[in-house]
Each structure stands twice: as C-alpha cells, then as structure tokens.
C-alpha cells in the first residue's frame, strides 16, 4: 500500500502525569505523516477540504520522554468521496499503537461531501500501489 513513514521523538509536550506519552499525541503523529504523504504526492491543496470522520486506536504500549518513535501511514481504501488511512506508532520495543483515521473530500464553499477529483483519486490510486518511503527532514519530517 501507498505510506510514509516519519520519525519523532517523544517530547516533554507529549507526556501525561504518568509519565508516558498522552493518547492525544497520536493523532498529531498521524497528521504529521499525512501532510508528509500529501506534499510527497503533490497534494498540499488538500489542507482544509479532507476532514476527519472517523478516528480509531489501539494502544499496545507506553511511550517514554525522549524516546525515538516511528510512524507509518498508508492508503487502505479510496471511497467515491472519503479515504481511509491506516497507521502505526512504533517505539524502541515495537508496536505502540495502531489505527485507522477516515477523511473525506469536502466542497471548500459549502462543507458538503464531493467526489475526490480525477487528479487526486488517479494520484491516490497510484500510491496504494507504491511502497512507503521516508521523507527528507522538510517540513519537520525526519
């Protein structure tokens, strides 16, 4: 399937009062890793038109300050109008958490669900059938 990856490191922000990296700290990784998988694709006007519809995680295993952290996003499934990603959140022991977070193509004017357009649902047709690549360091992607 279509991915990226992009590293990070759990920082101070992260933590909750247990000492581990708060569950909220993965959406923003997942974000991260698709604005690196929509500039990778030429798809940075998409920013504003794709909300989230569903998001879903299984938390697997704690996370610690400092701590280096890879996540992985790919391209499940292309709908006539929504785009369902999956993801994983891997740290020094492994999987840490894993999910699936939907979006859907919405008109910029009126908020309302449209058919993605030819240009992006040819260019992520395309990319569920590339391997997942790392990004440079643009962006904060390292």
């Not at 759990?10 to 974000?31: F, K, L, M, N, P």
């Not at 020094?92 to 699936?100: D, E, F, S, T």
């Amino acid at each position: 399937m279509a991915g990226v990856t992009i590293s990070r490191t759990v920082e101070w922000q992260d933590t909750d009062a247990a000492g581990h990296y708060h569950h909220s700290t993965v959406i923003r990784w997942v974000e991260a890793a698709e604005t690196a998988l929509h500039e990778r694709l030429g798809l940075a006007h998409l920013m504003g038109v794709v909300p989230r519809v569903h998001y879903e995680v299984d938390y697997r295993d704690r996370l610690y300050y400092r701590e280096p952290v890879s996540i992985t996003l790919r391209v499940a499934e292309v709908g006539r109008t929504s785009l369902t990603y999956t993801f994983e959140v891997a740290g020094p022991r492994g999987p840490a958490a894993a999910g699936r977070m939907t979006v859907v193509h919405v008109d910029r004017d009126t908020g309302a669900p449209t058919p993605w357009p030819p240009s992006v649902r040819g260019l992520a047709d395309g990319a569920a059938r590339q391997a997942p690549t790392t990004p440079g360091t643009e962006n904060g992607a390292v």
